[in-house]
Structure formats: structure tokens, C-alpha cells
């Protein structure tokens, strides 16, 4: 599925220029216009999907191996000395453009922080009631997804 108003469906089937890395049936992975790093880049799957809720397992279960594969070649290639792998789903996360991606973001030797937070504290309780919610919810959604 495409949706026509989209620029990451335009880019990822080829209809707009992109600095491509790599292409293959399901995805084209190109270099971000505002990157990071050098060499930042993002996995588009050619099917329009707008996050990774929506999408088909059988094409997010194919996104780490490839990433893996796009880190190593920017830790060969351009001597990355490590990378992040950073998906975003929905504006709070940060999501700008609602076409799933993920980006593969190398990171050099004395680089600046990035993909960081501050750690919060969580009293022993707290994390038990949020894990009985969160618990349940997930068996819910595990259970629906099974019927
Ligand atoms: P998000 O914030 O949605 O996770 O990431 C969107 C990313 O897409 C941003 O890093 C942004 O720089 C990049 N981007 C937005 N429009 C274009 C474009 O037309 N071409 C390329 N190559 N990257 C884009
Ligand atoms: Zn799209």
C-alpha cells in the first residue's frame, strides 16, 4: 500500500532522488537530509505504513538484521566506532514524518552525546504497579493479535 501524499513513499519507490545506500524488494535505505552524524541514514520500507504498530511483522522482523548490517558497514566504511539504532512512533516520541523508519546513526571516537536521557528514580513499588499494568495490557494485546 502507498499513500500518494506521502514523501518517504515517494523516496523509498524511487520517484524522488535520494541518496541511496541500499535497495532491495522491501526497503531502500538512504542517507538523512538533516543528519546526525556522517553518515546517518534511514531504513524506509517501500510499503507505506505509519508506525511500527501498523506495520507487517513480516517487514519490521527484517529491519535489526538489516541494521546490523548498515552499522557495520558505517563502523568499515566511514570508521564509526559504534552506531544507535532509533525508531520514533507518534509526535511525543518525536515522529516528524508518518512513514515507518528507522534510523541507523554512526557514532565517532569524542563525538557528541546523542540519543541520551536523564535516569529518573523509581521506588520498588512504583515499578511493580507499573509492571501489573503494563503486564496485563500486553497480554491483551498479545491475545488479540492471536485471534
Ligand atoms: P523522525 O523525526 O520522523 O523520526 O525522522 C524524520 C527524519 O527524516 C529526520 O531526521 C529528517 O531529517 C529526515 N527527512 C525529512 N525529510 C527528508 C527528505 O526529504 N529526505 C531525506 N533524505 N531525509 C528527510
Ligand atoms: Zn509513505
Redesign the pocket.
Known sequence: MRDENC?FCK?ANGEIP?STVYEDDDFRV?????PASKGHA?ILPKQHYKDICEADMAVTGKILPLAAKIGSAMKKGLGASGFNVVQ?NGTSA????FHL?V?VIPRYENGPVMVAWNPGKAESRELEETAGILKNALAEELFTEEK
Not at 538512504?30 to 538533516?34: A, P, T, V
Request: hydrophobic letters at 45%; a negative charge; charged letters at 5%.
Open positions: 514523501i523516496i535520494s538512504i542517507l538523512d537530509l538533516g534511514l520514533n518525536g515522529q516528524t514524518v523508519h534510523h
